[in-house]
């Protein structure tokens, strides 16, 4: 009897610590399997590639987005800010355009994120091989390449439950 009631109280213990960090997951963001992040590998603004599989060895923010998305408006001062107070925070914020012309992209980040650069994906196919779901879509990658989180819909990513995950994920482990 002392083994079942020992037993259930380590399983209410796990339980709880699980639910705890979970709970750490700030509004919106989602934990996911760890699948293999899809290939990425797109050019930007200036005609400079990008490749996800180059990144290997550190989290990277991939955030999907087009300038017809008001929500994606919304956010995208958020994510300027975020790059530009993050500080040591090790992780690349790679942001990808959805099926636009590079002028109404560059019209866009004129005037909503002036110091953002966005890599290109004209005819769309990076952004269905990653499935978003809707705009904005941010997907965090771990150093592995795998997929950990996901974030649908506008998130205030300067903000401090949001920086504060982004440091915690980022952080290395010993």
């Not at 997951?25 to 989602?30: E, I, Q, S, T, Y």
């Amino acid at each position: 009897m002392r083994a079942i009631l020992l037993a259930g109280i380590l399983l209410g213990a796990a339980m709880s610590n699980g639910l705890a960090a979970e709970s750490l997951l700030p509004r919106g963001v989602m934990k996911q399997d760890g699948r293999p992040a899809p290939a990425l590998r797109l050019k930007d603004m200036d005609g400079k590639l990008f490749d996800l599989a180059e990144a290997r060895g550190r989290w990277v923010f991939v955030h999907f987005w087009a300038s017809w998305c008001g929500p994606c408006r919304r956010e995208m001062p958020t994510i300027q800010r975020l790059i530009a107070t993050r500080g040591n925070l090790p992780l690349e914020v790679v942001l990808v355009n959805t099926a636009e012309t590079e002028d109404a992209v560059f019209s866009f980040l004129g005037i909503a994120g002036p110091d953002l650069s966005t890599l290109l994906d004209p005819d769309g196919l990076v952004t269905e091989a990653w499935q978003p779901r809707g705009l904005p879509a941010t997907f965090l990658v771990d150093p592995e390449g795998r997929i950990q989180y996901l974030a649908l819909g506008v998130r205030t990513w300067d903000s401090q439950p949001y920086v504060e995950f982004l440091r915690r994920i980022t952080e290395p482990t010993s």
